[in-house]
């Protein structure tokens, strides 16, 4: 069977992005036949379901980079140029342009521009195909792409060149977003060029022409979560924990005095004895022991319907079909669909169409061999 051929050009286009293309400060975008054959087959047949560019930064400064592109195969010759190419572009072939080495020309740049050291590593391929669509992704870690200044991370510096002046990405098409993630223990505070935030995840949406510097994304530490990325706890320092159990102990032994003294007459303080109630006058109550099955019911009471969605999905790998949800809290389509799409646009969850159901995924998950159970 002869590949289609606009499907092949498509999945040789990288994304069909503007990215660098050598070092030196000279980036140019894909050849404009490749560009505009992607932008025509988009247009007239919808094969190229989009491409996801998602940034998740880290801690130490570094970001973790997912770029992911689904594709629909809509007949046999789609499909066979698709498995083709799947497994080239799973074993590195340098001769599929949807590779790692346009990243690694433009850290080069941003390392000369920023005067930060920086590295591509940690390079995973993934592809999959079912129910009809094929998904390609590329995943890394880019060293020391984000800015972090005292208590705060920054997007920003690492997207410029010539001094400022232009950037290697400057534009996503009309089926490409970029995403950029709020990091664990962090909140957002602020952005520029007016992008959308959800949860404090920013998102731009193509067609879009970024002018140099207009990617400028900063979060901040989040002062309710401790050092450890515990909610309200931090470490305290030994002459504290020394302090703290003095306090304890003096006030354990005020109490036990305080219940110990007696009258003159050898009794014992009718004040005192109150707070200490003979062992005789709370007889036990005996009763079985919880079960797990209990344990777990009474932990369902207490989370709520969005944090009951989340442990699903974490219970079934990260990812569930929106059918099963519905059965498995036994709620109605409608108010599972409602309650789906408000965490969606929240940023809890990502909802992913396919073939005529939802495939509903916890943020990050990797969605590869997804084939219909």
């Known amino acids: 069977m002869r590949p289609h051929p606009a499907l092949l050009v498509a999945l040789l286009s990288l994304l069909a992005l503007g990215v660098v293309a050598g070092t030196g400060g000279a980036h140019q975008g894909p050849p404009a036949s490749v560009g505009t054959t992607v932008a025509d087959r988009t247009a007239n047949g919808s094969h ?3 491409t996801t560019i998602s940034l998740t930064p880290q801690r ?3 970001v ?8 629909s195969l809509d007949t046999e010759n789609e499909t066979a140029a698709f498995e083709r190419l799947r497994r080239d572009f799973e074993r590195g072939r340098s001769d599929v342009r949807y590779s790692v080495d346009a990243f690694r020309a433009a850290a080069e740049l941003a390392q ?3 005067g930060r050291e920086m590295e591509i590593r940690n390079v995973e391929r993934t592809a999959g195909t079912g129910n009809g669509t094929g998904q390609l992704s590329l995943t890394f870690v880019w060293t020391n792409f984000s800015r972090t200044s005292g208590s705060q991370v920054v997007i920003h510096d690492a997207f410029l060149l010539d001094g400022g002046n232009s950037t290697w990405l400057w534009e996503l098409k009309d089926d490409q977003r970029l995403v950029i993630r709020k990091p664990d223990g962090y909140e957002f505070l602020s952005s520029n060029g007016g992008p959308e935030v959800r949860a404090g995840t920013v998102y731009y949406e193509g067609p879009k022409t970024f002018t140099p510097g207009e990617i400028d994304v900063t979060y901040r530490h989040d002062s309710t979560t401790g050092p450890n990325g515990r909610d309200g706890f931090e470490l305290v320092s030994l002459p504290g924990v020394v302090g703290l159990l003095l306090v304890v102990g003096v006030g354990g032994a005020g109490v036990y005095v ?6 003159d007459d050898g009794t014992v303080d009718a004040a005192a004895a109150e707070d200490v109630p003979p062992a005789e006058d709370v007889p036990p109550t005996p009763g079985p022991a919880p079960g797990p099955d209990d344990t777990d019911e009474r932990d369902l009471e207490l989370l709520s319907d969005e944090e009951r969605v989340e442990r699903l999905l974490r219970e079934n790998g990260g990812r569930m079909k929106q059918a099963d949800i519905v059965t498995e809290t036994n709620w109605s389509n409608a108010k599972v669909s409602q309650l789906l799409s408000s965490m969606d646009e929240e940023g809890r969850v990502d909802k992913l169409r396919i073939g005529r ?3 509903i995924t916890l943020p990050d998950e990797d969605v590869t061999d997804f084939d219909d159970e």
């Open 48 to 50: 190229l379901n989009g």
């Open 60 to 62: 130490d400064g570094d």
């Open 64 to 71: 973790r980079w997912n770029v992911t592109t689904r594709f």
């Open 112 to 114: 000369q521009e920023t």
């Open 258 to 263: 305080l219940a110990q003294r007696r009258t």
């Open 357 to 359: 159901e939802n495939l």
